[in-house]
């Protein structure tokens, strides 16, 4: 049975920094294609940034120079680096395996 488990999210003030990570179980991980995805209240969740198993890295527009995904392929393990976090950064962050399995969320704060 897959297994996402993500932590790392919490209260930052505008123009910190905040590193996700999410740890994979049950899969073999380095096969599939992982994400990052994140949604505000009321609003629907929208991609954040993806990785393939090769490494290749795609954003959306609006974290593109703040943010960077990577993943440990021996740990089963992708990160999200959050760095310029503004108050819309503001959203529980979710991890996507294989475009299909889903972990619980972390929520990310960015206030003053």
């Known amino acids: 049975q897959v297994q996402l488990v993500e932590s790392g999210g919490g209260l930052v003030q505008p123009g910190g920094s905040l590193t996700l990570s999410c740890a994979a179980s049950?899969?073999?991980?380095?096969?599939?294609?992982m994400g990052w995805y994140r949604q505000a209240p009321g609003k629907q969740r929208d991609l954040v940034a993806l990785?393939?198993?090769?490494?290749?890295?795609n954003y959306a527009d609006s974290v593109k120079g703040r943010f960077t995904i990577s993943r440990d392929n021996a740990k089963k393990t992708v990160y999200l680096q959050m760095n310029s976090l503004k108050p819309e950064d503001t959203a529980v962050y979710y991890c996507?395996?294989?475009?299909?399995?889903w972990g619980q969320g972390t929520q990310v704060t960015v206030s003053s």
């Open positions: 990785i393939t198993s090769s490494g290749s890295t």
């Open positions: 996507n395996l294989g475009l299909k399995f």
């Open positions: 049950g899969t073999i991980f380095s096969a599939y294609v």
